[in-house]
């Protein structure tokens, strides 16, 4: 880690110049807060501020990056991060990205400079590229919600493509054979339950109609245009899988507009498991995910880290569990 005598024996400065500058105190000529300044971005310095208001260089802070916060699975795994970190002394900051690579970069920064003792995400494919190319983070960092196959990293997750597999599998096996997918881009874990969708259909000797198969933002709005978009494929879907509840909220408004009725018209089922699944008539046939236990387990594997840097890595994998309900 880069630190002020570096910048300082670069700079041709003293370290007293250097922190004067970063300050931004008054007093140092202009040519050398340019020098000590073009130095600093060239080595990518970072002020560690807790560091420089507390002798002991130590955080009870640790913080969640998520993908979207308006996404019920996140909100429940925040509640669970939250509890955890308050019984082992620790606070939360919260971050969203909202899959944005660059706002995900601008939190990473900003919680490097606010000293976290480490961070829990979900991360972007950016990011995962990143940790393949080993980009140090600089701080311990546990990865939730998204594959990291042959990573040194602690990571919580469920077996995605098994869990797609199920679900879709469930549609199969109550005689629906022509069936759309709506899935999320942009992570891998869209793609690895499009993968078990896949897998489902070649089971059951099932030819996939690949202009039932939409991929897009995993948000409501999305899933609502989507899924009008396969009801108005000439021969449409028999029955309907959505990647999460926000796609399943959209597209169960647009089969609602479309005056389509479930089960007799059309089948659906989902990913996740939201409070209102089982409010809606006819309720929701779901694969749950264990959505507090994932960010419990994520805290204590991150605290657990932070306490001891050099044990060993653990991948999690988490059971899911179908809820057969009355939409298929």
């Known amino acids: 880690m880069v630190k002020i005598k570096d910048i300082a024996d670069a700079a041709g400065v003293s370290t007293a110049t250097v922190s004067r500058v970063l300050a931004n105190k008054p007093h140092v000529r202009t040519e050398v807060k340019e020098r000590v300044m073009q130095v600093v971005q060239k080595m990518n310095y970072r002020r560690n501020r807790v560091a420089q208001n507390l002798r002991s260089n130590t955080s009870k802070i640790i913080a969640l990056i998520v993908s979207d916060i308006e996404n019920p699975f996140f909100q429940r795994v925040s509640r669970a991060v939250d509890d955890t970190a308050f019984e082992h002394g ?30 829990i995400l979900s991360p972007t494919q950016q990011a995962l590229d990143n940790f393949r190319n ?20 602690d990571n919580v997750i469920i077996d995605n493509v098994q869990a797609a597999r199920i679900l879709t599998s469930h549609l199969i096996e109550h005689g629906y054979q022509r069936i759309g997918g709506i899935f999320g881009r ?16 070649k089971d059951h000797n099932i030819k996939p109609a690949t202009d039932l198969i939409k991929f897009t ?53 989902s990913f996740d498991n939201p409070t209102w699944a089982k409010l809606v008539d006819p309720a929701l046939t779901v694969l749950e995910q264990p959505t507090y236990e994932i960010g419990r387990t994520a805290a204590e594997l991150l605290i657990k880290r932070i306490q001891d840097p050099t044990r060993s890595n653990r991948q999690v994998v988490l059971k899911t569990k179908l809820i057969i309900r009355q939409s298929c």
């Open 90 to 119: 620790y606070s939360v900051m919260l971050c969203n990205t909202g899959e944005d690579s660059t706002k995900e970069e601008a939190s990473l920064n900003l919680l490097r400079d606010e000293n976290v003792a480490g961070v």
């Open 134 to 153: 080993d980009i140090d983070f600089h701080m311990p960092v546990v990865i939730i919600d998204r594959h990291v196959d042959n990573l040194d990293i």
């Open 186 to 201: 942009g992570s891998t874990t869209g793609r690895e339950r499009h993968e078990g969708f896949m897998q489902a259909l």
């Open 217 to 269: 933002d995993p948000k409501e709005e999305d899933g609502y245009s989507m899924t009008m978009k396969l009801l108005q494929n000439p021969n449409r879907p028999e029955g309907i899988l959505t990647s999460n509840s926000l796609l399943a909220a959209g597209a169960l408004l647009a089969i609602r507009e479309s005056k389509l009725v479930i089960p007799d018209d059309i089948a659906m089922v």
